[in-house]
C-alpha cells in the first residue's frame, strides 16, 4: 500500500552517463515534484508537475528533464552526469483543489533515491 | 529504524494566539532536526534547524529546541499570524547515511 514510490532506492553510475528515477503514486493525486536534497542536506525543488503539465521549474541545468507519462507518474531523466549530481532526489504528489475550508494540497513523499556519481 | 512522529492536523487557531506544533522522534544515533514550511501551492521550504541537543533553531517567530531527554524538536511561536497558515514538516537527518526522514505534516489554518 505504498503510497509515493521511487526506483531505484540507489543509483551508483559513472561521469558523464545517461541516468532515469522513476516515481508513481497511487493516491490519486494530480501535483508531484521533485526534490533535490543538496550539499548542505536541505530540500530544493527542482519541478512540478499538474496533471501532466510543467508548474514549477527552477533553476536547474537543462540536463534534468522530467517526464510525466500520466497524472500517477513523474520521471526524472539526467543526461551527462556530474560529480555534483549526486544527491538524495526525492519525488513527492499532493491534491489541489480544498476540502471544506481547508486547501488539500498536503506533499507526501517518497522514500527518496540516493544518485552517487563516480 | 529512525522515524518522527508530529501532531495530526489541521490545527485551527486564532490571529495572535500561541502555536505549539508537537514532534517527536525515535533515531539509533544522534539525529539533526528540522522543521520545513510548505505555503499553498509551493514547494517546501526549510523554516529552521538545530544541529545537537539544547540547540535551539529559530526564525519568524518560529522556535524549536532539541530535546535530547524527550526526543522531542516542538515548533512554538508566541503570536501567530494569518500569513503562517501552511503545512508544517518535522524532519530529522542521521548523518550516517544523510538521508532526510519527514514526519507526516501538520496543516496550520490562522483565522483573522
Known amino acids: 500500500d505504498t503510497a509515493v514510490s521511487q526506483t531505484p532506492k540507489y543509483l551508483v553510475t559513472q561521469m558523464g552517463n545517461d541516468k532515469s528515477i522513476k516515481c508513481e503514486q497511487n493516491?490519486?493525486?494530480?501535483?508531484m515534484y521533485w526534490y533535490k536534497q543538496d550539499s548542505k542536506k536541505f530540500l530544493k525543488i527542482m519541478f512540478s508537475?499538474?496533471?501532466?503539465?510543467?508548474?514549477i521549474n527552477e533553476t536547474v541545468p537543462n540536463r534534468f528533464s522530467p517526464k510525466s507519462p500520466d497524472k500517477a507518474h513523474l520521471n526524472l531523466h539526467i543526461n551527462s552526469l556530474e560529480l555534483g549530481d549526486s544527491a538524495v532526489y526525492f519525488c513527492?504528489?499532493?491534491?489541489?483543489?480544498?476540502?471544506?475550508?481547508?486547501?488539500?494540497?498536503?506533499?507526501?513523499f517518497g522514500p527518496g533515491t540516493r544518485l552517487t556519481v563516480l | 529504524g529512525d522515524s518522527v512522529t508530529q501532531m495530526e492536523g489541521p490545527v485551527t487557531l486564532s490571529e495572535e494566539a500561541f502555536l505549539t506544533i508537537n514532534c517527536t522522534y525515535t533515531?539509533?544515533?544522534?539525529?539533526?532536526l528540522f522543521w520545513y514550511v510548505q505555503y499553498p501551492g509551493e514547494g517546501l521550504q526549510l523554516l529552521l534547524k538545530?544541529?545537537?541537543?539544547?540547540d535551539k533553531g529559530s526564525n519568524k517567530g518560529f522556535e524549536a529546541t532539541y530535546r535530547k531527554e524527550t526526543t522531542s524538536f516542538h515548533l512554538e511561536k508566541g503570536s501567530v499570524q494569518v500569513s503562517d497558515s501552511a503545512v508544517y514538516f518535522c524532519?530529522?537527518?542521521?548523518?550516517?547515511?544523510?538521508?532526510?526522514?519527514f514526519g507526516k505534516g501538520t496543516r496550520l489554518h490562522i483565522l483573522p
Open positions: 513527492a504528489s499532493s491534491q489541489s483543489g480544498t476540502s471544506g475550508d481547508y486547501p488539500t494540497d498536503t506533499q507526501y
Open positions: 538545530a544541529t545537537k541537543a539544547d
Open positions: 493516491l490519486g493525486h494530480d501535483t
Open positions: 533515531a539509533t544515533g544522534y539525529p539533526s
Open positions: 524532519a530529522l537527518l542521521m548523518n550516517r547515511d544523510d538521508k532526510i526522514i
Open positions: 508537475y499538474n496533471n501532466k503539465e510543467l508548474i
